[in-house]
């Protein structure tokens, strides 16, 4: 088999795609470790060993990330080139959605927003530091937890109102586009009871909602409707209602493409094989 490896090495996370000649996926994989390199050269492991393949079968390594600075020079001997992480997340945003173009917004640690067509135009909008990181941070603090899942399980428990200040709670009267149940403001309503779950659903709403407003304004800036979200939180169930919201208020389509999570190492292997083609 003659495959192209998309590497997306991030900051506590590698993920890795195996894609055919034709851009095909073969199969993907998440690994965790502790520093870049050993997360890049375990997730390279158990790729070619859980897919029987060897390093015979491997035409070329992509590498995109932030931990792509990490490594250097030739992975294990093959061919290794490296996609800038904006372009990677951009590609693999618009293949995923069969999109022509639009704000692609990449939920990782931190959130960037990005502006892409499929001619290849990649632009930076912006980016914030509030992402999974911030999430993880605050619910191991507020929570006891910083794992993933046991936020979201604990997150659902949780009620909201225990922590959240909404519309209703300090008007009688709201202007009507406006959803009384809406947040007027992000634990402004703090009870003395609050439990652990009601914490962990308080910090979920406000990382959603707060990347929810910015897509919002890179949508203004670009003069679009049309919003792809990837990346690893795309995957909690809280996200999907989250975007639902912003589109009832909005009019903006929010697209969650399948395999989100890996639209970054996708695109970085797509890259790859578009710049081959152009040779």
């Not at 890049?40 to 390093?55: H, I, K, R, S, V």
């Not at 009832?248 to 081959?276: H, M, V, W």
Request: aromatic letters at 6%.
């Amino acid at each position: 088999m003659d495959v192209i490896l998309g590497i997306d090495i991030g900051s506590s996370t590698t993920k890795i795609v195996g894609l055919r000649t034709n851009g095909s996926v073969v199969s993907m994989l998440r690994v965790r470790a502790a520093d870049p390199v050993t997360s890049l050269y375990g997730a390279l492991g158990n790729y070619l060993t859980g897919n029987d393949l060897t390093l015979g079968d491997v035409r070329r390594v992509v590498l995109t990330g932030v931990g792509a600075s990490y490594a250097e020079g030739g992975i294990f001997g093959l061919p290794t080139d490296t996609v800038d992480e904006f372009s990677a997340s951009a590609a693999g945003a618009l293949a995923l959605s069969g999109r022509e173009q639009g704000v692609v917004v990449t939920m990782g640690t931190g959130t960037a927003f990005l502006w892409a067509d499929r001619s290849g135009a990649v632009r930076h909008l912006c980016g914030t530091g509030i992402g999974g990181g911030t999430l993880s941070g605050l619910c191991r603090r507020l929570a006891g937890t910083g794992n993933f899942e046991q936020i979201q399980q604990l997150a659902r428990e949780g009620d909201l109102r225990k922590v959240d200040l909404t519309i209703q709670d300090i008007s009688r009267d709201p202007a009507p586009t406006l959803d009384p149940n809406l947040t007027a403001a992000n634990f402004g309503n703090l009870a003395e009871d609050v439990s652990p779950a009601d914490l962990a659903a308080g910090a979920v709403n406000l990382v959603l909602q707060a990347i929810g407003i910015m897509s919002v304004l890179a949508c203004q800036a670009c003069h679009t409707d049309t919003v792809i979200l990837t990346g690893a939180v795309t995957a909690m169930p809280q996200a999907a209602e989250n975007f639902r919201t912003f589109r009832d208020l909005f009019g903006y389509q929010y697209i969650t493409p399948e395999n989100a999570a890996f639209a970054t190492a996708i695109g970085a292997g797509l890259c790859s094989l578009r710049k081959a083609a152009l040779a």
